[in-house]
Protein backbone atom coordinates (compact mmCIF):
# COMPACT_ATOMS: atom_id res chain seq x y z
CA UNK A 1 0.00 0.00 0.00
CA UNK A 2 0.97 3.60 -1.03
CA UNK A 3 2.22 5.47 1.74
CA UNK A 4 1.46 9.47 2.08
CA UNK A 5 2.78 11.21 -1.31
CA UNK A 6 3.67 15.22 -0.90
CA UNK A 7 4.63 16.68 -3.82
CA UNK A 8 7.17 18.97 -4.13
CA UNK A 9 10.02 18.06 -2.06
CA UNK A 10 11.40 21.44 -2.19
CA UNK A 11 10.23 24.51 -2.83
CA UNK A 12 12.41 28.10 -2.83
CA UNK A 13 10.09 31.02 -3.06
CA UNK A 14 10.55 34.72 -2.64
CA UNK A 15 8.80 37.27 0.04
CA UNK A 16 4.98 38.03 -1.45
CA UNK A 17 4.57 35.18 -3.91
CA UNK A 18 1.55 32.28 -3.36
CA UNK A 19 2.53 28.67 -3.04
CA UNK A 20 0.72 25.60 -3.58
CA UNK A 21 1.58 22.10 -2.23
CA UNK A 22 -0.44 18.79 -2.61
CA UNK A 23 -0.64 15.80 -0.63
CA UNK A 24 -2.01 12.46 -2.17
CA UNK A 25 -3.41 10.05 1.48
CA UNK A 26 -3.09 6.72 1.72
CA UNK A 27 -5.53 4.73 -0.20
CA UNK A 28 -9.14 4.85 1.41
CA UNK A 29 -7.76 7.39 3.86
CA UNK A 30 -10.57 9.85 3.78
CA UNK A 31 -8.73 12.64 6.26
CA UNK A 32 -6.50 14.68 5.64
CA UNK A 33 -4.23 17.08 8.18
CA UNK A 34 -1.54 19.60 7.12
CA UNK A 35 1.16 20.72 9.82
CA UNK A 36 3.76 23.15 9.92
CA UNK A 37 7.68 22.06 11.29
CA UNK A 38 10.20 25.00 12.36
CA UNK A 39 12.77 24.57 14.66
CA UNK A 40 11.39 27.08 17.27
CA UNK A 41 7.96 26.20 17.16
CA UNK A 42 7.94 22.45 16.47
CA UNK A 43 4.85 21.00 14.92
CA UNK A 44 1.87 23.15 14.40
CA UNK A 45 -1.64 21.88 13.53
CA UNK A 46 -3.03 23.94 10.19
CA UNK A 47 -6.40 22.80 9.50
CA UNK A 48 -7.67 19.29 8.63
CA UNK A 49 -10.14 18.35 5.87
CA UNK A 50 -12.67 15.30 5.83
CA UNK A 51 -14.36 14.12 3.10
CA UNK A 52 -13.82 17.35 1.08
CA UNK A 53 -14.54 19.76 4.06
CA UNK A 54 -12.54 21.53 6.34
CA UNK A 55 -13.35 19.96 9.69
CA UNK A 56 -10.64 21.41 12.58
CA UNK A 57 -8.39 24.76 11.89
CA UNK A 58 -5.53 25.70 13.60
CA UNK A 59 -4.42 29.10 14.89
CA UNK A 60 -2.46 30.16 11.72
CA UNK A 61 -3.55 33.28 9.12
CA UNK A 62 -6.26 33.81 6.42
CA UNK A 63 -3.52 33.67 3.87
CA UNK A 64 -3.07 29.62 4.89
CA UNK A 65 -5.44 27.85 3.32
CA UNK A 66 -6.59 24.19 1.97
CA UNK A 67 -8.80 21.91 0.23
CA UNK A 68 -9.57 18.71 -0.62
CA UNK A 69 -11.14 17.12 -3.65
CA UNK A 70 -12.99 14.12 -4.43
CA UNK A 71 -10.54 11.50 -4.35
CA UNK A 72 -9.49 12.67 -0.88
CA UNK A 73 -6.33 14.37 -2.52
CA UNK A 74 -5.38 17.26 -0.88
CA UNK A 75 -3.85 21.21 -1.66
CA UNK A 76 -2.35 23.65 0.66
CA UNK A 77 -1.89 27.09 -0.24
CA UNK A 78 0.02 30.26 1.25
CA UNK A 79 -0.32 33.43 -0.39
CA UNK A 80 2.14 36.77 0.61
CA UNK A 81 4.61 34.31 1.72
CA UNK A 82 7.04 35.84 4.62
CA UNK A 83 10.27 34.91 5.38
CA UNK A 84 8.58 33.08 8.88
CA UNK A 85 6.95 30.68 6.22
CA UNK A 86 10.32 28.93 5.74
CA UNK A 87 9.19 25.53 6.80
CA UNK A 88 8.72 21.86 6.77
CA UNK A 89 4.96 21.62 6.21
CA UNK A 90 3.81 17.28 6.64
CA UNK A 91 0.54 15.98 5.38
CA UNK A 92 -0.70 13.30 7.46
CA UNK A 93 -3.97 11.17 6.26
CA UNK A 94 -5.72 8.46 8.91
CA UNK A 95 -9.01 6.52 8.08
CA UNK A 96 -11.25 8.78 10.27
CA UNK A 97 -10.37 11.77 11.42
CA UNK A 98 -11.76 14.27 13.70
CA UNK A 99 -11.05 13.27 17.46
CA UNK A 100 -7.36 12.78 16.77
CA UNK A 101 -7.90 9.28 18.24
CA UNK A 102 -7.20 7.52 14.50
CA UNK A 103 -3.53 7.11 13.70
CA UNK A 104 -2.12 9.57 11.11
CA UNK A 105 0.64 8.44 8.92
CA UNK A 106 2.63 11.26 6.92
CA UNK A 107 3.67 12.09 4.18
CA UNK A 108 7.82 12.83 3.95
CA UNK A 109 6.84 16.89 3.77
CA UNK A 110 7.39 19.82 1.23
CA UNK A 111 11.04 21.79 2.40
CA UNK A 112 9.47 25.37 1.69
CA UNK A 113 12.29 27.96 1.90
CA UNK A 114 11.28 32.13 1.34
CA UNK A 115 14.18 34.24 0.22
CA UNK B 1 -5.59 23.54 27.19
CA UNK B 2 -4.07 20.33 25.99
CA UNK B 3 0.08 20.06 26.34
CA UNK B 4 2.77 17.81 25.92
CA UNK B 5 5.67 18.18 27.42
CA UNK B 6 9.20 16.23 26.42
CA UNK B 7 11.77 17.58 29.22
CA UNK B 8 14.62 16.35 27.43
CA UNK B 9 15.84 18.37 24.39
CA UNK B 10 18.66 15.94 23.29
CA UNK B 11 20.10 12.71 24.48
CA UNK B 12 23.10 10.55 23.82
CA UNK B 13 23.18 6.83 24.72
CA UNK B 14 26.08 3.94 24.06
CA UNK B 15 24.83 1.58 20.91
CA UNK B 16 23.48 -1.62 23.04
CA UNK B 17 22.26 0.71 26.38
CA UNK B 18 18.62 1.09 27.62
CA UNK B 19 16.66 4.22 26.65
CA UNK B 20 13.86 6.13 28.09
CA UNK B 21 12.35 8.92 26.55
CA UNK B 22 10.27 11.14 28.86
CA UNK B 23 6.93 12.60 28.03
CA UNK B 24 4.22 14.37 29.68
CA UNK B 25 0.91 15.49 28.60
CA UNK B 26 -2.25 17.95 30.32
CA UNK B 27 -5.46 16.37 29.40
CA UNK B 28 -8.63 16.55 31.11
CA UNK B 29 -10.28 13.13 29.47
CA UNK B 30 -8.53 9.54 28.73
CA UNK B 31 -6.00 10.71 26.01
CA UNK B 32 -4.85 9.02 22.86
CA UNK B 33 -1.45 9.08 23.09
CA UNK B 34 0.99 8.43 20.38
CA UNK B 35 5.32 8.46 19.83
CA UNK B 36 6.39 8.99 16.22
CA UNK B 37 9.79 9.28 15.50
CA UNK B 38 12.04 11.39 12.73
CA UNK B 39 14.80 10.36 10.49
CA UNK B 40 16.54 13.63 9.04
CA UNK B 41 14.57 14.87 6.01
CA UNK B 42 11.79 12.62 6.35
CA UNK B 43 8.44 12.92 7.89
CA UNK B 44 7.05 11.44 10.78
CA UNK B 45 6.92 7.43 11.51
CA UNK B 46 4.41 6.18 14.02
CA UNK B 47 6.12 3.87 16.63
CA UNK B 48 3.23 3.16 18.81
CA UNK B 49 -0.15 4.48 19.96
CA UNK B 50 -2.42 4.02 23.50
CA UNK B 51 -6.04 4.18 22.87
CA UNK B 52 -6.95 2.31 26.54
CA UNK B 53 -6.88 -1.10 28.22
CA UNK B 54 -3.49 -2.56 29.00
CA UNK B 55 -1.29 -0.04 29.87
CA UNK B 56 2.37 -0.92 28.03
CA UNK B 57 2.05 -0.91 24.34
CA UNK B 58 4.59 -2.40 22.10
CA UNK B 59 5.62 -0.79 19.11
CA UNK B 60 7.35 -1.26 15.82
CA UNK B 61 11.70 -1.36 15.90
CA UNK B 62 11.46 -3.07 19.57
CA UNK B 63 9.86 0.57 21.48
CA UNK B 64 7.31 0.27 23.91
CA UNK B 65 5.58 2.77 25.95
CA UNK B 66 3.74 3.11 29.33
CA UNK B 67 0.98 4.83 30.02
CA UNK B 68 0.78 5.89 33.96
CA UNK B 69 -2.73 8.10 34.31
CA UNK B 70 -1.39 9.03 37.82
CA UNK B 71 1.74 10.54 36.57
CA UNK B 72 0.22 11.68 33.55
CA UNK B 73 3.24 10.32 31.63
CA UNK B 74 3.70 7.95 28.91
CA UNK B 75 7.43 7.67 28.44
CA UNK B 76 9.43 5.26 25.80
CA UNK B 77 11.52 2.48 26.44
CA UNK B 78 14.00 0.30 24.30
CA UNK B 79 15.81 -2.22 25.86
CA UNK B 80 19.15 -2.07 23.92
CA UNK B 81 19.69 0.72 21.18
CA UNK B 82 20.87 0.48 17.69
CA UNK B 83 23.04 3.11 15.51
CA UNK B 84 19.91 3.02 13.19
CA UNK B 85 17.98 4.47 16.13
CA UNK B 86 19.24 7.69 16.34
CA UNK B 87 16.74 10.70 15.29
CA UNK B 88 14.30 12.81 16.63
CA UNK B 89 11.64 11.78 18.42
CA UNK B 90 7.73 13.24 19.27
CA UNK B 91 5.10 12.51 21.58
CA UNK B 92 1.77 13.38 20.56
CA UNK B 93 -1.99 13.83 22.37
CA UNK B 94 -4.96 13.41 20.43
CA UNK B 95 -8.44 14.12 21.04
CA UNK B 96 -8.07 17.85 21.00
CA UNK B 97 -10.57 20.16 21.15
CA UNK B 98 -9.66 20.59 17.41
CA UNK B 99 -9.00 16.98 16.62
CA UNK B 100 -5.57 17.59 15.78
CA UNK B 101 -2.58 15.73 17.31
CA UNK B 102 -0.79 18.16 20.10
CA UNK B 103 2.94 17.30 19.67
CA UNK B 104 5.62 17.47 21.87
CA UNK B 105 8.54 19.71 21.05
CA UNK B 106 10.96 16.15 20.35
CA UNK B 107 14.04 14.68 21.86
CA UNK B 108 16.51 14.03 19.68
CA UNK B 109 18.31 11.04 20.38
CA UNK B 110 22.36 10.66 19.25
CA UNK B 111 23.98 7.08 19.80
CA UNK B 112 27.39 6.34 20.47
CA UNK B 113 29.23 3.72 18.87
Known amino acids: KAGVTQTPRYLIKTRGQQVTLSCSPI?????VSWYQQTPGQGLQFLFE???????NKGNFPGRFSGRQFSNSRSEMNVSTLELGDSALYLC??????????????FGDGTRLSIL | AQSVTQPDIHITVSEGASLELRCNYS??????LFWYVQSPGQGLQLLLK??????LVQGIKGFEAEFKRSQSSFNLRKPSVHWSDAAEYFC???????????FGKGTKLSVKP
Open chain 1, 49 to 55: YFSETQR
Open chain 2, 50 to 55: YFSGDT
Open chain 1, 92 to 105: ASSSGGGSGNQPQH
Open chain 1, 27 to 31: SGHRS
Open chain 2, 27 to 32: YGATPY
Open chain 2, 92 to 102: AVGGGSQGNLI
